[in-house]
Nanobody, 127 residues
Framework: QVQLVESGGGSVQAGGSLRLSCAAS????????MGWFRQTPGKEREGVAV????????YYADSVKGRFTISQDNAKNTFDLRMTSLKPEDTAMYYC????????????????????WGQGTQVTVSS
């Protein structure tokens, strides 16, 4: 129904910035919630940021508040994660996701049961 493709990952020095992009295609009309998640080997996937598309309401994990920003571009059917002041602990595989649920909020960061997922893009932050 919905296909998501991430891009923009790479290697960066601590304190640097990266912008991840997620391109959505298919039946995207009901994807009210969009988000970014990350995972490292041996750890559970964790929510980074989510946005309720209709209202533009955003929710962030405490570890990234003030450093990361999630945004959407309806005309291009994309949404981005802008990351600044990157730290080594931000190193992970980052996934974009979308869900038709009418509401999403801070709980979405921990339940992370979105319906559609991208393939992931690696972010590596070195000291």
């Amino acid at each position: 129904q919905v296909q998501l493709v991430e891009s923009g990952g790479g290697s960066v020095q601590a304190g640097g910035s990266l912008r991840l992009s997620c391109a959505a295609s298919g039946y995207t009309y009901s994807t009210n919630c969009m988000g970014w998640f990350r995972q490292t080997p041996g750890k559970e996937r964790e929510g980074v940021a989510v946005v309720l598309t209709g209202r533009g309401s955003t929710y962030y994990a405490d570890s990234v508040k003030g450093r990361f920003t999630i945004s959407q571009d309806n005309a291009k059917n994309t949404f981005d994660l802008r990351m600044t002041s990157l730290k080594p602990e931000d190193t992970a595989m980052y996934y974009c996701a979308a869900d038709p649920a009418p509401l999403c909020g801070s709980w979405s960061l921990v339940t992370n049961d979105f319906a559609y997922w991208g393939q992931g893009t690696q972010v590596t932050v070195s000291s």
